[in-house]
């Protein structure tokens, strides 16, 4: 059981230049979603979804698009990356938030834009 | 909007001792509130989850508590070791699906 898959681990990028970064999980959760963490400023939410075909904003959506369709798999989007979303990116899956449940979360993926 | 604060940011302690961390959160009108765990270039670890209508729980030399009215949750770690050495953050959930974080407390154990 592979739990929460994300990759890439480190990536560098170039401003404006866009990528992806990929989430993937195995345990059949209907609920995933990104944060982004940064040095003093905890962990805040990008966007989130509860299934597949649904997605939502979270705090921090700008600069970021999101799809969900299937059951396993959430990628993040940057489209033009910028020197302001170098960060650390966390993707998490749960049965249903809230619910009792364990949350679970990715081992991360280090962005720096430059 | 919610805002979680947990004191102190860092804190460093010999090895055997108890000791506390805290967190605090300015709307207590919250779901559930969580305690997670992140080692160096790691993800989080769940460590606790606190439903709503609970006000404690146990897992071993953890405990923690939540006191919704004043809105504060404490983490208790009995008998600390130098492998409880991470940082500790605490989340409460704003709605089913929506966690905020405090920025964490840094943990050091001292052999």
């Known amino acids: 059981n592979a739990g929460v898959t994300q990759t890439p681990k480190f990536q560098v990028l170039k401003t404006g230049q866009s990528m992806t970064l990929q989430c993937a999980q195995d345990?059949?959760?209907?609920?995933m979603s990104w944060y982004r963490q940064d040095p003093g400023m905890g962990l805040r939410l990008i966007h989130y979804?509860?299934?597949?075909?649904?997605?939502d904003q979270g705090e921090v959506p700008n600069g970021y698009n999101v799809s969900r369709s299937t059951t396993e798999d959430f990628p993040l989007r940057l489209l033009s990356a910028a020197p302001s979303q170098t960060s650390v990116y966390f993707c998490?899956?749960?049965?249903?938030?809230?619910?009792?449940?364990?949350?679970?979360f990715g081992e991360g993926s280090w962005l720096t834009v430059v | 909007k919610q805002e979680v604060t947990q004191i102190p940011a860092a804190l460093s302690v010999p090895e055997g001792e108890n000791l506390v961390l805290n967190c605090s959160f300015t709307?207590?009108?919250?779901?559930?509130l969580q305690w997670f765990r992140q080692d160096p270039g790691k993800g989080l670890t769940s460590l606790l989850l606190?439903?709503?209508?609970?006000r404690e729980q146990t897992s071993g030399r953890l405990n923690a508590s939540l006191d919704k009215s004043s809105g504060r949750s404490t983490l208790y770690i009995a008998a600390s070791q130098p492998g409880d050495s991470a940082t500790y953050l605490c989340?409460?959930?704003?709605?089913?699906?929506?966690?905020?974080f405090g920025q964490g407390t840094r943990l050091t154990i001292n052999p």
């Open positions: 998490a899956s749960s049965p249903l938030v809230g619910s009792g449940n364990t949350i679970y």
């Open positions: 345990m059949n959760h209907e609920y």
């Open positions: 979804s509860v299934g597949a075909g649904i997605t």
């Open positions: 709307d207590s009108a919250i779901y559930n």
């Open positions: 606190i439903q709503s209508s609970q």
């Open positions: 989340a409460v959930y704003q709605g089913a699906q929506k966690l905020v």
